[in-house]
């Protein structure tokens, strides 16, 4: 079970836009900066999101992020089938040290 | 272009310790200002942060392993390492080692994982 809330799936056509939420409190998400990784089947976490908002160098700008109190949220626009994928957010949480979500998976249609 | 591999033994009997090791090419551990991370997933499951440590040796590691966890740098050869002792079948997984800028915050680079199981 983790601190942080994630629908454990998400789904949307080619074109559409999908938003992933991940639910967490003040003593997480609530003070600390938010990042989202994505992980294809069979590899690695990629870092898609970090700092809240912030792309790294070769992630498409059709990945965003945003942060609102205790919530946090990866936006992705114009889906496209390469996109079928575990989503997870992580931070900092006071007790805990890191944390991740549960993961959600993002199903194209 | 920095990377991270991990290596180790695959198969690890119950009550022994788990020893891993990641070795880092493209940048040097010595340089500061990262965190040397060690991060896993269990079969079928989400991620579970194990982690990390700091060039100079400040370590934070997850509450619910910490009394099990020992981290440790090898800046002679680029190489940090995780020891995981009293394993049990639990503690099965894939364990990823990674690195955290400064801030502690995000991880941005990743090795490809290795399968530790845990079986007598």
């Known amino acids: 079970q983790s601190v942080l809330t994630q629908p454990p799936s998400a789904s949307g056509t080619p074109g559409q836009r999908v938003t992933i939420s991940c639910s967490g409190s003040s003593s997480n998400i609530g003070n600390n900066l938010v990042s989202w990784y994505q992980q294809l089947p069979g590899t690695a976490p990629k870092l898609l999101i970090y700092?809240?908002?912030q792309r790294p160098s070769g992630v498409p700008d059709r990945f965003s992020g945003s942060k609102s109190g205790t919530s946090a949220s990866l936006a992705i626009s114009g889906l496209q089938s390469e996109d079928e994928a575990d989503y997870y957010c992580?931070?900092?949480?006071?007790?805990?040290?890191?944390?991740f979500g549960g993961g959600t998976k993002l199903t194209v249609l | 272009q920095v990377q991270l591999q991990e290596s180790g033994p695959g198969l690890v009997r119950p009550s022994q310790t788990l020893s891993l090791t990641c070795t880092v090419s493209?940048?040097?551990?010595?340089?500061?200002?990262?965190?040397w991370t060690w991060i896993r997933q269990h079969p079928g499951e989400g991620l579970e942060w194990v982690g990390y440590?700091?060039?100079?040796?400040?370590?934070y590691y997850n509450p619910s392993l910490k009394s099990r966890v020992t981290t440790s740098v090898d800046t002679s050869k680029n190489q940090f390492s995780l020891k995981l002792s009293s394993v049990i079948a639990a503690d099965t997984a894939v364990y990823y080692c990674a690195r955290s800028d400064s801030s502690g915050y995000h991880y941005d680079y990743w090795g490809q994982g290795t399968l530790v199981s845990v079986s007598s």
């Open positions: 700092s809240n908002n």
């Open positions: 992580a931070t900092w949480d006071d007790r805990l040290n890191g944390v």
């Open positions: 440590m700091s060039y100079s040796g400040n370590t």
């Open positions: 493209g940048d040097s551990i010595s340089s500061g200002g990262y965190y």
